[in-house]
């Protein structure tokens, strides 16, 4: 979902649930539980610290089939374990029925309590044509408000708002810095770009190169300043939801509320004639959306990618686990985790290299170097490199493809567009620096 992290525990099969949580990006929180009891409980839960929200929040689905008894003791032990960190926040599909004065709903009730967290939804989340239930419930040991809401309605169970009521929850509008570049005019640009301060009195390549990219910069500047861009809602990325999937849902709900009123077969047989088709359209309009966009965009790789990720988005399972690796080189007992493990492995790969190349024989065929003279000092010297000439610089950066540019908004099409005017500092910058070994930072 657009904006926001994910945070999964999935079940091993379809027939029961999960737990899954969302966070909006731009919240603060770290993630300390991602656990699960095989065909009995799933829970993740985050530690928040952030303005609108201090503390642990817990989401949990306990499977309806599965052991009552051992649920509650987990959740007791989960509960002892966080509500010691501050502010605790439970919230979850329990599948136990609170309206029912059961044993086992007396026993989580009063083990809540006696660790300090109060029950808070006093009215049913689950209502069909046979029942009304309170099996989503939530959990806390400070005081909450919270509103069962049904509408609009996506699922069998109804929405829980809770409101925290600390800091501003209002979503704050992500910003970036953007250039807008259909206010360039190529020839304005690179006359600009020609008549820059060019300074080439020195040799030096890497200040050649700084004054390139400054100048390139500073005409951006003039004809393309940066402005700040702030990010849609959430929703306005959602191309696909059209006016009918809105028309639909309005039905939908409107159904809903019908049969919960009526309560007669029909109706609830209405409502859900009205959610399968919602659930339909936007099946439908989602995979047109989808391959339009990818027939749209065949020509730009970039945004086929994106599509392709936006459609895949969300196949990863929980936190993955990483195995031993074998790193060759490296004895057992190196320290550290597998990062530090891959930086060790690498710098001691290339250095075995170096020392291979340094010990090899000046014939060997697997060096660049060449060797002058018979056998008077064995002088040698590095193969020298070919000039590049500006009919051949101009070819290549002409063929580059579309690719996002600098942070400062150089990308190919700006350095197509600025050829004209730097191409001989271009190449100059280009051959001396490999006549000279030495890559320019810029």
Not at 17 to 36: C, E, F, S, W
Not at 183 to 190: K, M, N, R, S, T
Request: aromatic residues 8%.
């Amino acid at each position: 979902m657009t904006g926001y992290s994910v945070i999964r525990c999935d079940a091993e099969n379809r027939i029961t649930g999960g737990a899954i949580l969302y966070v909006r990006d731009g919240i603060k929180y770290d993630i300390i539980m991602n656990n699960k009891i095989e065909s009995i409980c799933w829970s993740v839960a985050i530690e928040v610290n952030d303005n609108i929200y201090k503390g642990v929040i817990l989401v949990v689905y306990h499977s309806p089939s599965a052991s009552d008894a051992e649920f509650i003791r987990h959740i007791e032990d989960v509960s002892e374990e966080l509500s010691i960190k501050g502010d605790f926040l439970i919230i979850g599909d329990f599948n136990i029925d609170v309206t029912v004065n059961s044993f086992y709903k007396k026993q989580l009730i009063a083990g809540m309590l006696s660790l300090g967290m109060k029950q808070y939804v006093n009215e049913p989340t689950r209502v069909t044509k046979d029942s009304q239930t309170i099996i989503d419930l939530v959990f806390a040991n400070v005081s909450v408000r919270l509103q069962v809401v049904h509408e609009p309605k996506i699922t069998d169970h109804a929405w829980i708002k809770i409101e925290l009521g600390m800091g501003n929850t209002e979503s704050t509008p992500r910003e970036y810095k953007s250039r807008n570049y259909s206010l360039i005019d190529e020839q304005v640009f690179a006359t600009v770009l020609k008549n820059s301060a060019w300074h080439w009195s020195h040799e030096d390549i890497n200040q050649k190169a700084t004054i390139l990219v400054d100048n390139i910069v500073g005409t951006l500047n003039i004809l393309a300043p940066k402005r700040i861009v702030k990010i849609p809602d959430v929703w306005e990325g959602k191309r696909w939801f059209t006016d009918e999937i809105k028309r639909a849902a309005d039905k939908r709900d409107n159904a809903y509320t019908e049969a919960r009123y009526k309560e007669t077969d029909n109706s609830w047989e209405q409502f859900k004639v009205e959610r399968n088709a919602v659930v339909k359209l936007i099946r439908q309009k989602k995979k047109e959306y989808y391959e339009d966009m990818i027939d749209r965009n065949r020509s730009e790789p970039i945004k086929m990618w994106k599509t392709l990720k936006k459609l895949i988005r969300g196949e990863t399972v929980g936190i993955r686990e990483t195995g031993n690796i074998d790193f060759e080189i490296l004895d057992e007992k190196t320290k550290g985790n597998i990062a530090d493990k891959f930086n060790i492995f690498y710098v001691e790969s290339i250095n075995k290299i170096v020392s291979s190349i340094a010990n090899d024989s000046y014939g060997s065929p697997r060096r660049r170097r060449i060797l002058i003279g018979d056998s008077v000092g064995n002088k040698r010297i590095i193969e020298k490199f070919q000039d590049v000439g500006i009919e051949e610089l101009e070819k290549i950066v002409k063929g580059l493809p579309k690719k996002k540019g600098t942070e400062e908004g150089i990308s190919s099409e700006i350095l197509k567009m600025a050829f004209s005017a730097i191409k001989q500092k271009f190449v100059d910058i280009i051959n001396g620096s490999l006549n000279e070994g030495c890559c320019p930072d810029s």
